[in-house]
C-alpha cells in the first residue's frame, strides 16, 4: 500500500506570506491545530502548529527559563496574552512555521509514512516528486481508517 492510496487532499493550506491573523482565524474556525504551509506556487514550506503558536506568544523572559518551575514569578492575564497574540497577527504566517518537516511522496510506501509519525510527526505531508507541491497528508486517523475497512 502507498502513501497515495490513503492520503486525503489539503483543501485549504496556508500561503507563508500571508499575516498570521489569517491562520488564526482557519485555526479557531476549523478546529484544526496543525496546518500545512505553502509559498505561492503551492510548494510545501511547513507547518504551522497551535503549539508554535502559543510557543511564540510567550514573553521573552520564557526563551531562558529551563522547566515550568522556574516560571513561578511570571503573572499574566488574559489581556497581556490577547495583546501579545495582537502582535502576532501582522507578522507573516511564515516567520513561526516549522520548516523541518518529514514529507512523503504518493508512492511512498505506506509502513515509511507510519514510521516518520511514530517519530512524533503526528501528520505526514504527501508532496509531488520533484515540485514539491503539496498534494495531501497522512494522518494518525487517515492510517487508522484505511487499516479498520474506511478506505481501501
Given at each position: ?7 486525503r ?9 500571508a ?6 482565524d482557519f485555526?479557531v474556525?476549523?478546529h ?9 506556487n503551492e ?6 502548529s497551535?503549539?508554535r503558536?502559543m510557543?511564540a506568544?510567550l514573553?521573552?523572559a520564557f ?13 499574566e492575564s488574559?489581556?497581556e496574552?490577547?495583546e501579545?497574540l495582537?502582535?502576532?497577527?501582522n507578522r507573516p504566517v ?9 514529507v512523503?511522496h504518493p508512492?511512498?510506501?505506506?509502513i ?8 512524533n510527526?503526528?501528520?505526514i505531508?504527501v508532496?509531488?516528486?520533484?515540485s514539491?507541491k503539496l498534494?495531501?497528508?497522512?494522518s494518525?486517523f487517515?492510517?487508522?481508517?484505511a487499516?479498520?475497512g474506511g478506505q481501501?
Open positions: 500500500m502507498d502513501c497515495q492510496s490513503i492520503m487532499r489539503t483543501a485549504t493550506p496556508l500561503y507563508d506570506d499575516p498570521l491573523s489569517t491562520a488564526i485555526m474556525e476549523k484544526m491545530g496543525l496546518v500545512p504551509v505553502v509559498d505561492r510548494v510545501f514550506v511547513g507547518q504551522l497551535g503549539d503558536l510557543r506568544m514573553p521573552k526563551t531562558y527559563v529551563r522547566g515550568v518551575d522556574n516560571v513561578s514569578y511570571v503573572r488574559r489581556q496574552l490577547r501579545r495582537e502582535t502576532l497577527r511564515g516567520s513561526i512555521i516549522d520548516r523541518h518537516v518529514s512523503v508512492e511512498t510506501s505506506l515509511k509514512a507510519v514510521f516518520l509519525m511514530s517519530k510527526q503526528n501528520v505531508p508532496v509531488e516528486e520533484g514539491g498534494l495531501g497528508a497522512i494518525f487517515t492510517v487508522l481508517d487499516l479498520t481501501s
